[in-house]
């Protein structure tokens, strides 16, 4: 049995909440690259993971949404590619300890294809790179996540299609008068015709706006696609508070969405940024209670 299909025989699934700002309250700094702590700081990112499965989270991402060398570049590791990514899953593995999946998160390289700023063919080889040393390491599956351009976004879903793992990719939907299309301008009816014709296994949209504004997203994704459906939203729209982003959104409040959402088509329901364990907790007792209504 395929790990989708094995998770998806009890869906809805819950997956983890954020990783970049639980890394943030942990230490990581403006402009650090939490993708470089996999090296110097293991326990950190392991403890970060590990929380989420004690929460509840059956699929739990790994700290190498950056880890292409597009970005790393500009870090400076460019030539640490493979080792960044094979110890990114690593440490998921040993924090999952069977008790959860483990879907590698692959991110945009950061730089805007329309601009030139990075050729079709220099995307597509960071995204082969990366993708190839997720799937010698053991990853169960790539999400390609938080991706703005579709077409960087194809790019990729081709790249990691060819390590023969199930492959993911997730929008962000926060532009335009209803924050319902991509930065580029793309529809999710658009995103989810063009994703299913690229070959992905399961179709997503995480970041932008917060959970209320993803259920719409989420039930026009569904009209679309007979795909898998994974929204992860964030905790509200953040406020800055001397400096730093501040979520108003308590776990409840966000967890009060979860049947909603479920009722609009997500397979699998998770949070980013701002969301942490406490978020996770709340939305597996959600989801338990849905599924023992629904029996």
């Known amino acids: 049995m395929s790990v989708l299909t094995d ?8 997956a983890d909440g954020a990783l970049g700002t639980e890394l943030q309250a942990r230490g990581l700094a403006s402009g650090e690259l939490p993708d470089e702590w996999n090296l110097s700081h293991p326990d950190v990112i392991e403890d970060v993971i590990r929380s989420y499965v004690n929460a509840g989270s059956e699929v739990v991402l790994t700290a190498t949404f950056r880890a292409n060398r597009v970005t790393l570049a500009g870090h400076g590791l460019e030539d640490k590619v493979t080792e960044i990514n094979r110890t990114g899953i690593e440490i998921a593995r040993r924090a ?17 294809l329309m601009m030139g700023d990075v050729t079709a ?3 597509r080889a960071a995204f082969a790179e ?7 390491a053991g990853a169960d599956a790539i999400l390609l996540e938080t991706m703005t351009d579709l077409e960087e976004a194809k790019i990729a879903v081709a790249a ?9 990719c997730s929008m962000v939907f926060d532009t335009g008068k209803k924050k319902d299309r991509t930065m580029m301008g793309a529809t999710p009816e658009s995103v989810a015709a063009e994703l299913e014709a690229a070959g992905v296994d399961f179709i997503g949209a ?3 706006v917060g959970i209320q504004g993803y259920i719409e997203v989420c039930r026009r994704l569904r009209a679309a696609t007979a795909k898998p459906l994974w929204i992860k ?3 509200g729209l953040p406020e800055m508070v001397d400096g730093k982003a501040v979520y108003r959104t308590t776990p409840e409040e966000f ?5 909603a959402l479920i009722e609009a088509g997500a397979n699998f329901v998770g949070g980013c940024c701002g969301t942490n364990p406490d978020f996770i907790r709340a939305t597996a007792a959600v989801v338990a209670k849905t599924k023992a209504a629904a029996k």
């Open 160 to 168: 990691a299609r060819e390590t023969g793992l199930p492959v993911g």
């Open 96 to 112: 999952a300890a069977g008790r959860a999946r483990v879907f590698a998160s692959v991110g945009p390289t950061g730089k805007l």
């Open 7 to 14: 998770l998806l025989a009890s869906a809805p699934v819950v």
């Open 121 to 123: 063919g220099e995307a």
């Open 130 to 136: 990366q993708c190839r040393a997720i799937a010698d």
């Open 255 to 259: 967890a009060s969405s979860i049947p």
């Open 206 to 208: 995480n970041c932008g």
């Open 233 to 235: 939203a964030n905790a």
